[in-house]
């Protein structure tokens, strides 16, 4: 018998994983991966790919259980303690609200998508890599569910999720995005997802956003947070491997994928432009502004992993230069969407306070006096007489993004932004010049949105005014939207404030 | 442009003494401290070495088990049995 | 410092006093689905109604004909597909935990078998059969993970469609599990691994199963891929393969196989309730539904036991056919209790 040897990490999964594919001759090999070829992707040697992680199925039992251990015990534990009365604030509560209704389905949705890409990639090391990543995915779905359960119990607006996500108007824009990923070809969706999404935007959401739960008080969510992002590591590692595996593979899909990564970073951008609300507006305590976070997230980091791929002749994504110059507005062009529609959203609003405008013109100094405060000064005068602002037509909205058009021309924060296309003689609308990019690349597909607004008006909704369209929603009228100072969550708070009060008093005697 | 590698790390027991081992072994390394979450950064490169993570928590340490704490990354990864590290290509 | 503690301290005071009574008890459409609002467990809330139903934006590109998610795939009908219920109700985390349990087990096993020299005393003639039979396996475990993936895939309901990853994840790490049975019979190295690879492409006794295996991946309804997979290929290579040659092998210095196995037999009970719980109640809904899974049964059994024979002959000898007959009528027994024509 060989003498044992102990083999190393690198040697072992080698071992372990290598091989376990063949080239099937009983049924033809593109048969078997239908998907392979049709979006002009050429792939010479798949054992070329490596995965530096290089985890066994045992090692991720090992792991994964031993998080999700840690991470029931904190969910049982604040479920347990009620946790939800040591927020800083309830208002925090509604970033919570488009959590678990905006974010939440997606993960949904990229565990499916992961298994679409390990099912039909050949090649073993991407396979395990995208089949691991689905399970994350479901895990990251599912945590997220139970955690927020807690949530539900006590606060409005979440009792619906699954229901809205599919039929409300501006959770359109995170599904659509997704559904987007999901019907592209499994090269496209690796790219879209695995390195758009996860490596150069979703830091955006799970960093600053999680760090800011955890200084709202709200344990559970950072601890959802910060574990999903352990798993999370391991899928910008297979984004960046995928990415690098393409361009090494062949020089013709140099263009193929330079052009997935401008459609994929434009779309992941207008979706996180929910995130700039959540943090310039919807966290009571900040950690930092939307501003802070892209310089460090896109500007630094993304700086750093295109200089990278320089070499492989990819340059950084088109319009970059534009997401970043918005960064002076887009969270207060969103905040003030949703101010005007608080009567059909399911989470609350408000106008931020005197001591909040101080922050954002700290942060916004080129910004925000100029353009929005004024603003908000006049919305705060409106309800002050008793004549609190709502906009009562429908938005129109961009065919490729589905956000209201409520964005400015870059440079001009006066005037608004149109765009139109024409497509076998109809004219659709785009907020911006990379919507309309993406449209006209590929008018077949973008010309299917179900875009809520043209479903309200086509009947498909309920009905005809707004009441019941909202009903349609399953929204509870006048406890899931309106403001928050008038809703049943500040209500409940207050109360629990009073009678804490009233226990202090006593203890303090 | 300098090129920072990138590692945020939970802000637990255990983490803060992985951040200690990383900054003994790489002069330079920069922290930003967010609630729950530590940021190192440094340019070109980083390394966590199983050597360095074992001595401060008294045990041996394997680098997988980074897995249980990190929290985001950039850079391009190299992980083998005695480190886990991070470098962009020079 | 002490401002946390003292709202720690007001926190525990609250508990006794405020009242917190919860507003509602769970999410609006599993309080519709119970007929009332009381409280649902883990595995219900991570699994019904995750799926996204309604009101797809784009067609796939990689299948026009379908929406994202769409009960078509399937000639199985079910009014709901979230009956179709995983009786061991695993989510993530309980899957997670329930495996790393098994796999501890067997990481003794191997801990076991190796400090005591175990596989030395398999007989030479044994052993050169175990490398043949035993590690080509994992090629199989390969191919059952691709299927379950594809199941994940293009399932419909979250209830169907969790489990199938979780098998995916299962499969492979079987396929592991075997390659370091492959890597310990060869002192650490891979090269038993590389002449299995060799026997699953070329050796007469593996051809039957090779094409079975490779006619899965073709196959359009993804219920009948299950039925294909979980229930036919499953239900007869494990009793086949970790009963019957196992039981052989006991004749021959083989008891280090059984333990470094027993990870696969108990996968395979744990896996079987899964199997059994769906297709019993997809059968029972319909005619329709019991005639398609009975013609799906019979036709892949009929082409899965033929495969095996050879095989089975190379293992067993004289006894081959009587072992493939055994498994057979223990898989015609169980698919009759699930309501199946057999």
């Not at chain 1, 592209?184 to 959401?205: D, R």
Request: proline letters at 4%.
């Amino acid at each position: 018998m060989a003498a044992k040897k102990k083999l190393g990490l690198k040697q072992r999964y080698n071992l372990m994983t290598r091989g376990l594919d063949w080239e099937t001759s009983y049924q033809p090999m593109d048969k078997v991966f239908p998907e392979a070829t049709f979006e002009g992707i050429k792939i010479k040697d798949w054992d070329k790919w490596q995965d530096p992680f290089r985890l066994t199925m045992d090692s991720y039992w090992k792991f994964q259980a031993e998080k999700e251990r840690k991470l029931y015990a904190v969910l049982d534990s604040f479920a347990q303690n009620n946790g939800q009365l040591g927020l800083s604030d309830p208002r925090y509560v509604n970033t919570v609200k488009l959590f678990l209704t905006g974010v939440s389905p997606l993960e949904y949705q990229a565990h499916r998508g992961f298994a679409h890409a390990g099912r039909q990639m050949p090649g073993v090391g991407p396979r395990i890599a995208a089949q691991m990543q689905s399970l994350d995915e479901l895990r990251h779905a599912q945590t997220q569910i139970h955690t927020i359960s807690h949530y539900n119990k006590y606060f409005d607006g979440l009792h619906e999720f699954r229901h809205m996500h599919d039929r409300v108007w501006y959770l359109s824009v995170p599904k659509s995005f997704f559904d987007d990923a999901r019907t592209s070809g499994p090269f496209e969706y690796m790219i879209a997802i695995g390195f758009a999404f996860e490596y150069v935007l979703t830091n955006l959401l799970f960093v600053p956003f999680m760090s800011g739960a955890a200084y709202n008080g709200d344990l559970a969510t950072v601890t959802f947070g910060f574990s999903a992002q352990s798993d999370e590591s391991r899928h910008m590692t297979l984004g960046i491997e995928v990415i690098k595996f393409l361009l090494e593979q062949d020089p013709d899909n140099l263009p193929i994928v330079q052009k997935w990564v401008d459609k994929w970073f434009w779309r992941g951008y207008k979706v996180l432009t929910l995130v700039a609300m959540m943090m310039d507006y919807m966290l009571p305590k900040r950690i930092m502004s939307w501003k802070e976070a892209w310089e460090i997230y896109f500007t630094q980091a993304g700086g750093a992993l295109f200089e990278d791929l320089a070499r492989y002749g990819i340059r950084p994504p088109k319009y970059a230069d534009v997401a970043t110059a918005e960064c002076d507005h887009v969270a207060h062009q969103n905040w003030s969407i949703f101010y005007q529609y608080t009567h059909a959203a399911a989470f609350h609003t408000w106008l931020p306070n005197s001591e909040e405008m101080d922050w954002l013109s700290e942060k916004y100094p080129e910004s925000f006096d100029k353009h929005y405060r004024p603003r908000y000064e006049q919305w705060a005068r409106m309800e002050a007489d008793g004549n609190r602002f709502y906009n009562n037509a429908l938005p129109q909205l961009c065919t490729t993004c589905q956000i209201p058009m409520g964005y400015t021309e870059p440079g001009d924060p006066t005037t608004i932004a149109f765009r139109t296309s024409e497509h076998k003689g109809d004219i659709y609308h785009f907020c911006s010049d990379g919507c309309k990019d993406i449209f006209d690349g590929e008018p077949e597909k973008y010309s299917q949105s179900w875009l809520p607004v043209h479903q309200i008006f086509q009947g498909n909704c309920g009905g005809a005014d707004v009441e019941d369209v909202l009903k349609w929603y399953n929204m509870n009228l006048g406890a899931d939207n309106l403001d928050q100072n008038v809703s049943p969550d500040q209500e409940l708070w207050d109360e629990w404030q009073r009678q804490r009060a009233a226990v202090s008093s006593v203890a303090a005697e | 442009m300098t090129q920072l590698v990138s590692l945020t790390l939970q802000d637990t027991g255990e983490g803060r003494q992985i951040v200690e081992a990383i900054k003994q072994d790489n002069p330079g390394v920069d922290s930003l401290e967010m609630p729950g979450a530590i940021k190192l950064d440094r340019p070109d490169s980083l390394i966590v070495k199983r050597e360095t993570v074992s001595e401060k928590l008294g045990r041996d340490w394997d680098p997988q088990e980074i897995h249980l704490t990190m929290v985001s990354m950039a850079g391009n990864l190299d992980e083998d049995d005695d480190y886990f590290a991070l470098s962009w290509n020079r | 410092m002490r401002s946390h503690h003292e709202r720690e301290n007001s926190v525990s005071i609250d508990l006794k006093t405020l009242n917190v009574k919860p507003r509602r008890q769970t999410f609006g459409h599993i309080a519709r689905r119970f007929g009332e609002d009381r409280p649902a467990t883990r595995y219900e809330e991570g699994m019904l109604d995750v799926q996204a139903t309604d009101h797809f934006h784009y067609r796939p590109l990689w299948a026009p004909e379908y929406e994202l998610y769409d009960k078509r795939r399937t000639a199985i009908e079910l009014e709901d597909w979230y009956v179709l219920r995983d009786p061991r109700q695993f989510y993530y985390a309980t899957y997670n935990i329930s495996r790393t349990g098994m796999r501890q087990a067997a990481d003794h096993n191997f801990d076991f078998v190796e400090k005591r020299g175990m596989l030395d005393n398999l007989t030479p003639e044994w052993r050169a059969k175990v490398e043949n039979y035993l590690l080509p396996l994992r090629h199989v475990a390969w191919g059952a993970n691709m299927n379950a993936s594809q199941i994940c895939d293009q399932g419909y309901g979250t209830a169907v469609t969790a489990p199938a990853i979780f098998t995916a994840g299962d499969q492979l790490g079987i396929a592991q599990l075997i390659s370091q049975i492959g890597m310990m019979l060869e002192g650490g190295t891979g090269e038993a691994l590389d002449r299995a690879k060799d026997q699953w492409m070329t050796a007469d006794y593996w051809q039957g199963v090779r094409q079975v295996v490779e006619d899965t991946f073709v196959v359009e309804d993804w219920f009948e891929l299950f039925v294909a997979q979980n229930l036919v290929i499953d239900g007869l290579v494990y009793p086949l393969v970790y009963e019957s040659f196992d039981a052989e092998g006991q004749k021959h210095g083989g008891a280090a196989i059984s333990m470094l196995s027993e990870f696969m037999s108990e996968w395979f009970a744990d896996h079987s309730r899964w199997a059994d719980a769906v297709i019993k109640t997809a059968a029972k809904e319909s005619d329709a539904n019991k005639d398609r899974l009975s013609a799906w049964f019979a036709a892949w059994r009929d082409k899965a036991a033929a495969s095996l024979r050879p095989l089975s002959a190379y293992v067993l000898e004289d006894g081959g056919d009587a072992a493939v007959d055994a498994a057979l009528e223990t898989l015609n027994a169980r698919a009759a209790k699930l309501g199946l024509s057999v």
